[in-house]
């Protein structure tokens, strides 16, 4: 995944015997055929007049080789293979094809893509769990489910009907305080700057009161909850669902 801690490290890569790569190649994996990548390729490092040894040109074809995501619409890779050195990411925009030679990366275009993007945290909340997803840059972070021991509302036991559903509600009341207090040191400890909710009605109406007003203010959506299963099933819908303009 693509974030500060691996722009740093490849910031951090510098190389005075060895020369560092740095290549950029906008694709569409829907429609570039594999040979089309490939001639891309080629036609890149020959426009650029980047002289690559054998071993760097394998393995930046052999990165190409392999079967991009169709959400992401760029590629960059830095190599100093000498040194051991090789990082490869997708990115989710397009990029302008090009090569650079020097003793250090090329990372504006790369930067770019990174400052232009925001980081969307999308919270799915029932009256028993939670889930929630950081997405950036086209990628999905899971962090783990917070789930209580909530009462069915048929559950009753021997309280009376009003006792019972006092208690089931209080129950919901402290889940969903629960799971606001964990979102909010999640975003103390990782910062976003989006937040998205999926649940029903009555339950977005009681977590939305119990928001810190920082993630009030984040808040830029809300998805029905005729979509927590199939997120649960696949988080990748997501970026379907969210169709989030950065």
């Known amino acids: ?33 594999q040979e ?11 426009k650029n007049k980047v002289v690559l040894s054998r071993d760097e040109k394998r393995a930046i074809m052999g990165f190409m080789k392999e079967e991009i995501p169709e959400e992401f ?37 790369l930067e770019k893509a990174f400052n232009n993007f925001q980081r969307t945290v999308v919270i799915l909340v029932d009256r028993k769990k939670s889930h929630f997803y ?21 559950d009753q036991g021997g309280l009376s009907q009003p ?3 006092k208690h ?25 700057d989006q937040l998205v909710i999926c649940a029903s009605k009555d339950i977005l109406l009681q977590f939305e009161k119990k928001l810190h007003p920082y993630l009030r203010k984040r808040l830029i959506k ?6 927590l299963d199939d997120i649960r099933k696949d988080p990748r819908n997501l970026l379907g669902y969210l169709n989030i303009e950065y």
């Open 1 to 33: 995944m693509l974030d500060q801690k691996r722009i740093e490290r490849i910031k951090n890569f510098k190389s005075k015997d060895y020369p560092v790569i740095s290549f950029y190649l906008g694709v569409n994996p829907a429609k570039d055929s």
């Open 163 to 165: 006792r019972f559903q």
């Open 222 to 227: 809300k998805i029905p909850k005729d979509f």
């Open 36 to 46: 089309k990548i490939r001639l891309k390729v080629k036609d890149v490092i020959k």
């Open 134 to 154: 950081s997405v950036y840059l086209g990628e999905i972070e899971e962090e783990k489910e917070v789930s209580d021991p909530v009462h069915g509302w048929h």
């Open 73 to 109: 619409d760029g590629v960059a890779i830095f190599s100093c293979l000498p040194l051991k050195f090789f990082e490869a990411v997708y990115l989710p925009l397009r990029v302008k094809d090009e090569a650079h030679i020097g003793h250090e990366a090329y990372l504006e275009p």
């Open 168 to 192: 089931v509600k209080e129950q919901i009341d402290r889940h969903l305080q629960k799971v606001a207090d964990r979102l909010f040191n999640y975003f103390k400890a990782h910062k976003f």
